[in-house]
């Protein structure tokens, strides 16, 4: 065990915090460490967008579904996968080639590890965080909103600050039903999602001090439908991503 392991294995959503301002250094810091993201052949094909302006916080957190921690939480920086600035400046490219879904998975890729790599560094320096996919339930109005060209996709914010509450850590499922060895093999597969049912109702059922007991499998395939958000697809085509 190490100090950066401690802190990996400790993750847990945050959603409110105090009232405590984040120094600007401090800001500048996590946005270097984001920089630092691993990328697809350096293409670096994502924004961060740093919101500020309270009208417009006001207008995310409605179209995220009511998510109070979007308008106060102290940072919030919105996440984009960008190949905008390769079509602008990348040398003898035939732009098509960005509208392919190879193209579409590098800047998704790009934009998420970037985003991960940012939460870390904010819960190195003592801050906690969420993401907030919640956007995408009008993604185009995100876009309008931020005046975003085409082949910019606002796919998620990511809402820091000094933690306010301790919901402590969420289990996972069972190593074993994650990772595979040579071969792709789900004998013991309906084995571990039981044993990660019980798991994640007893864990439901002490974090809402007995009111909810809820089942993995019951819990993500309610969530998962409730938000189909077709919408997201008809968006990429028409801003020119997943042409082909
Ligand atoms: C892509 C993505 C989108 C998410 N969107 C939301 C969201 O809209 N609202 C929210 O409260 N949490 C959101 N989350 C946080 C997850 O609910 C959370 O990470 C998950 O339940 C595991 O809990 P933990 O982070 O506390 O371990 C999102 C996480 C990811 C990776």
Redesign the pocket.
């Given at each position: 065990m190490n100090e950066t392991m401690r802190l990996l294995l400790d993750?847990?959503?945050i959603?409110k915090y105090t009232d405590e301002i984040i120094p600007p250094e401090m800001i500048e810091t996590i946005l270097k460490a984001a920089q630092m993201a691993p990328t697809s052949s350096n293409y670096q094909s994502y924004s961060i967008l740093e919101v500020k302006d309270p009208e417009k916080r006001k207008i995310l957190r409605d179209i995220?579904g009511d998510?109070e921690w979007v308008e106060k939480a102290p940072l919030v920086l919105l996440f984009m996968a960008d190949l905008s600035r390769g079509r602008d400046y990348f040398e003898a490219i035939d732009t098509e080639i960005l509208g392919n879904t190879e193209s579409f998975t590098v800047a998704v890729v790009d934009a998420a590890l970037a985003m991960e790599k940012a939460l870390i560094a904010a819960q190195s320096l003592g801050l906690g965080g969420?993401?907030?996919?919640?956007i995408r339930n009008d993604v185009a109005r995100v876009a309008a909103l931020f005046d975003m060209p085409s082949l910019v996709f606002p796919m998620?914010l990511l809402c820091l600050g000094y933690p306010a509450e301790d919901?402590g850590?969420?289990p996972r499922l069972p190593l074993s039903e994650v990772l595979h060895v040579d071969r792709y093999d789900v004998r013991d597969r309906q084995r571990y999602i039981e044993a990660y049912n019980e798991e994640m109702e007893a864990y439901y059922f002490e974090r809402t001090q007995g009111a909810k007991r809820r089942t993995w499998t019951r819990h993500s395939g309610k969530s998962l439908m409730a938000k189909d958000r077709d919408a997201v697809g008809y968006f990429l085509r028409r801003h020119g991503f997943l042409k082909k």
């Open positions: 993750h847990r959503s959603r995220s998510q969420v993401i907030v996919g919640g998620a919901p850590t969420k």
